[in-house]
T-cell receptor, first 111, second 109 residues
Framework: DTEVTQTPKHLVMGMTNKKSLKCEQHMGHRAMYWYKQKAKKPPELMFVYSYEKLSINESVPSRFSPECPNSSLLNLHLHALQPEDSALYLC??????????FGQGTRLTVV | GQSLEQPSEVTAVEGAIVQINCTYQTSGFYGLSWYQQHDGGAPTFLSYNALDGLEETGRFSSFLSRSDSYGYLLLQELQMKDSASYFCAVRPTGNKLTFGGGTRVLVKP
């Protein structure tokens, strides 16, 4: 199994809602990532978990809250988002420095 | 911090060869990677260079010169399905993966 699975694929939420994005991998990878990607832009790193501990937070606003319940799962909790947070949210995992595997992403729309 | 520069767009015909250059500035360096992303899809890994030289994987090759902080991705025998965005990416630390702005490749018949 060389897949990173993200759910949901699409999400529409209001600015007062709380929602969560989920990411799962069963490749035994110890590093997991959250990226945000706007249209026609590169993926922008948000968080990195290494061995289930948060190792990098790229100064992301607190309305985004990551969680790593175990080595296979990564969540991104969303609260009080703004319309400009609408984007494709990508999860990735890697074991070595060579290669990262990306999920298909969650396309988020904040209304 | 780090910065990566690559051309924004390249157009070529089927069967042609395209070279996408990437220059980078980074405080640390653990290798240069290349990813392909089709519209609406996920980035997929193409190639990785940690040492100077050329890595060949089928129709795609990647080159790195650490002394020049420069690399390129070479796409040979272009096919219509190669129309996509191509990103170079660096690891300034072991866990961090930072992407360049991306090069949109358009293959015409």
């Amino acid at each position: 199994d060389t897949e990173v699975t993200q759910t949901p694929k699409h999400l529409v939420m209001g600015m007062t809602n709380k929602k969560s994005l989920k990411c799962e991998q069963h490749m035994g990878h110890r590093a997991m990532y959250w990226y945000k990607q706007k249209a026609k832009k590169p993926p922008e790193l948000m968080f990195v978990y290494s061995y289930e501990k948060l190792s990098i937070n790229e100064s992301v606003p607190s309305r985004f809250s990551p969680e790593c319940p175990n080595s296979s799962l990564l969540n991104l909790h969303l609260h009080a988002l703004q319309p400009e947070d609408s984007a494709l949210y990508l999860c990735a995992s890697s074991e070595s420095r060579q290669k990262a595997f990306f999920g298909q992403g969650t396309r988020l729309t904040v209304v | 911090g780090q910065s990566l520069e690559q051309p924004s767009e390249v157009t070529a015909v089927e069967g042609a060869i395209v070279q996408i250059n990437c220059t980078y500035q980074t405080s640390g360096f653990y290798g240069l990677s290349w990813y392909q992303q089709h519209d609406g899809g996920a980035p997929t890994f193409l190639s990785y260079n940690a040492l100077d030289g050329l890595e060949e994987t089928g129709r795609f090759s990647s080159f790195l010169s650490r002394s020049d902080s420069y690399g390129y991705l070479l796409l040979q025998e272009l096919q219509m399905k190669d129309s996509a965005s191509y990103f170079c990416a660096v690891r300034p630390t072991g866990n961090k993966l930072t992407f360049g702005g991306g090069t949109r490749v358009l293959v015409k018949p």
